[in-house]
């Protein structure tokens, strides 16, 4: 069963507890869903996207709170819980000022016909199930262009961050929502197929492990119901060349260390061409030792704790079983001595590509740096790995940067960038790492009825 709790994981300390869902309380959940979806899909889209501009002032004004709430539930520092909350208001106005572009009839070749087009109609009810490592991004990232497309959702959050996801619902409702168009409700994994049995649910978008994403589409599959995955990834950092290696692996370690390493996109293998490799190596093993680990309302917090005592404990586990399998540990890996669920940021080499942390998503604050002989060695590299989410090449020639960036397997790939997003352009990956995309029009479009019009006169 779902245990829903605020255990604060700067302290270690249970907050507060809230109670799930009863099974046979959720007809009820999709009774109000289904009901309010019937006037919401007519509701006049300039309507429904002024919900959305009301609903961003919203989050805009209550940043501190909502980003308080986040670091207790799950540790995330002050200064990133507000980058957070800013990109779900971005989210929220961008979808309200382009959502018109995308599901406006598209017009097609008339065929033989006197007019041929396609409407882009909202199917129903759809489930959301979101996990912990951004809590309100992760959750806006989905329901917010299925608002302004005219479906309703029931929200499923993680168990661990009850308290945001339940402030997200209240922030929409005093936007101005229809009750019943967004549920927030405290479901217990198990009861998932509860939801998607009923036919006026029409599809679910998870972000979450594999283990989820495989045991949550196959009951979809029973019942027919679309879906979006998300899940993890073993993204690759590629530097083939640069100027200031200093700086580079200042920044670089910087971004895997964001939110504890714990990411999807997080750069999990640093691939450095051998050249390179020695003076970035202690460059990199400088920043990961300079990193201040802290509570996250210290204002000079590098990195805060991890999101529950569980995975913590894990990281150090596989940290230290790679180490017995002959991978280098230069730094860190260990549990801190202090309250709440710290631990040192480790930087590891040596590190077998077919090893368990060569192969499989390590969800927590490791550098993993590879050696590679030159150019095509860190493509074959980069490309061993049965994921596919981001990627990212780093050098000075940008056309080369390009070309190689091109070549990775991934639904993501980024120049001189890692750990981007946002509403303009699409997210999501290839292979273990899930299917379909969230963001810009492939949100828009990806839970909607492609309704083809043809007209003979």
Known sequence: MSRFAVTNANTGELEEEFPSVPVEEIPGYIDRGHTAFETWKDTPLIERSAILRRFADLVDANADEMTDIIGR??????????????KVARTARWFADHAHTYLNPTELPAAGSARSYVRHDPLGVLLGIMPWNFPYNQIARFVIPNLVVGNAIIMKQASICPKSSQYFADLLLEAGLPEGVYQNIYLDSSHAEEVLKDPRVKGF????????????????AKYLKRSVLELGGNDPLVVLDSTDVPALAKKVVGIRLTNAGQVCTSPKRFIVVDELYDEFLAEATKAVEATKVSTFDDPEVGMGPLSSESARDEIVERIAKAVENGATLHTGGEKLDRPGWFMSPALLTDIDPDSDLGCNELFGPAVMIYRAKDEEDALRLANHSDYGLMSSVWTDDLAKGERFAARINAG???????????????????NRSGYGRENAQWALRAFTNEHLIRIHA
């Open 73 to 86: 539930e799950m540790g995330k520092p002050k200064q990133q819980g507000l980058a957070e909350v800013d």
């Open 205 to 220: 978008s998870l972000t979450g492990s594999e283990g989820a994403g495989a045991s949550v589409a196959g009951i979809a």
């Open 412 to 430: 993501m790939s980024f120049v001189n960038s890692h750990m981007e997003s946002g509403p303009e352009y699409p997210f999501g990956g290839i």
